[in-house]
C-alpha cells in the first residue's frame, strides 16, 4: 500500500506530509477532514488501475512514436546518450 500515492492522487488538492511509509506518518495540514487509513485503502485499488493504465498508456505511445521514426529502442537510447 503506498499512501503517498493515494494522497497525490485522490487527495491532490489538500496539504499533507507524510513521515516514512505509514499512515500514522500522516500529518494533516489542510482545514478539510483527514482521512482515516481505511478511507485511505479503499482507494488503493482504483488508484493503481489508474497508474497500471497510465503507465502502459505511455509504452503504447512510446512504441507508436518510435515507429514512426523508424527506429529501435535501443537507437533512441543511442541518440540520449
Do not use: C
Not at 503517498?4 to 511509509?21: A, P
Not at 478511507?39 to 488503493?44: A, C, G, N, R, T
Not at 512514436?65 to 537510447?77: H, P, Q, R, S, V
Amino acid at each position: 500500500m503506498d499512501y503517498s500515492l493515494i494522497l497525490s492522487k485522490r487527495f491532490n488538492d489538500s496539504q499533507w506530509v507524510l513521515n516514512g511509509d505509514d499512515y500514522d506518518g500522516l500529518v494533516w495540514l489542510s482545514k478539510d477532514t483527514k482521512p482515516t487509513k481505511t478511507q485511505l485503502e479503499s482507494h488503493w485499488d482504483s488508484v493503481l488501475s489508474e497508474v497500471t493504465a497510465e503507465q502502459s498508456a505511455k509504452l503504447a505511445k512510446k512504441a507508436e512514436l518510435l515507429a514512426k521514426l523508424g527506429i529501435t529502442e535501443e537507437d533512441a537510447k543511442l541518440l540520449f546518450s
